[in-house]
T-cell receptor, first 111, second 113 residues
C-alpha cells in the first residue's frame, strides 16, 4: 500500500493558469513533509519542508501547505520554466529519518 | 558552497558485471544516503551512512552495498548486475540530524545491457 500518493500524475497548464498539486500520506508520526522539483536528467532540487499541520511556506510562484493528511503545492501564474516533475516525500517515525517518496506530478506549462 | 557531486554521470555495463558509484557530499555534511530512481517504482531508499557507519538500509538485495570514508565521501557497489538494475542512482547529503533536509546530487545513470 502506497504511503505517499501524488495527484494528478500529469498536469498541463497554460502560462498564467494557476493550479494545485496534491500529496496525500497515510503514515503516522509525521516528522516532516518535503517538496522537491526535478528536471529531466537531474537530481531533485529542494523546495520546501513542512513540519506541522497549518504550516505554509512560499517561494516565488509556489506556496506549500500542510494538513494532517495531505499537502498542496499551489502554483500561481505559472511560467514555462516551472515545467518539471514535482516530488513529495515524507519522513516519519518508522522511516528512521529517510524519505519515502511519492511518484511525482509532471507539470507542463505551455506559453 | 559546492553541492553534492556524483561520478560518473553515465555508465553502461553488461549483465553479471559489477559497478562502483561515487558521491561527494556538501562540505560539512556527515550523512550520505543513496536512492534508486526508476520510471516504475520512483525513488526508493537504498541505504544511509553516517560517520562511516551504515545507519539505515532499505529493502534491496545484498548485491547492493556501500561504504563511507573518513572524509564523508561515499561509494555504492552493485555486484552481479541485472537488467532491472538500470536506473538513475541518486546520492543525497545532510548535516547529520535525521530531521535535516537532504540535498541531492545530479545522479549516475546506469544502463545494464
Amino acid at each position: 500500500e502506497d504511503q505517499v500518493t501524488q495527484s494528478p500524475e500529469a498536469l498541463r497548464l497554460q502560462e498564467g493558469e494557476s493550479s494545485s498539486l496534491n500529496c496525500s500520506y497515510t503514515v503516522s508520526g509525521l516528522r516532516g513533509l518535503f517538496w522537491y522539483r526535478q528536471d529531466p536528467g537531474k537530481g531533485p532540487e529542494f523546495l520546501f519542508t513542512l513540519y506541522s499541520a497549518g504550516e505554509e511556506k512560499e517561494k516565488e510562484r509556489l506556496k506549500a501547505t500542510l494538513t494532517k493528511k495531505e499537502s498542496f503545492l499551489h502554483i500561481t501564474a505559472p511560467k514555462p520554466e516551472d515545467s518539471a516533475t514535482y516530488l513529495c516525500a515524507v519522513q516519519y517515525g518508522g522511516s528512521q529519518g529517510n524519505l519515502i517518496f511519492g511518484k511525482g506530478t509532471k507539470l507542463s506549462v505551455k506559453p | 558552497k559546492a553541492g553534492v557531486t556524483q561520478t560518473p554521470r553515465y555508465l553502461i555495463k553488461t549483465r553479471g558485471q559489477q559497478v562502483t558509484l561515487s558521491c561527494s557530499p556538501i562540505s560539512g555534511h556527515r550523512s550520505v544516503s543513496w536512492y534508486q530512481q526508476t520510471p516504475g517504482q520512483g525513488l526508493q531508499f537504498l541505504f544511509e551512512y553516517f560517520s562511516e557507519t551504515q545507519r539505515n538500509k532499505g529493502n534491496f538485495p545484498g548485491r547492493f552495498s556501500g561504504r563511507q570514508f573518513s572524509n564523508s565521501r561515499s561509494e555504492m557497489n552493485v555486484s552481479t548486475l541485472e537488467l532491472g538494475d538500470s536506473a538513475l542512482y541518486l546520492c543525497a547529503s545532510r548535516s547529520g540530524l535525521s530531521t535535516d533536509t537532504q540535498y541531492f546530487g545530479p545522479g549516475t545513470r546506469l544502463t545494464v545491457l
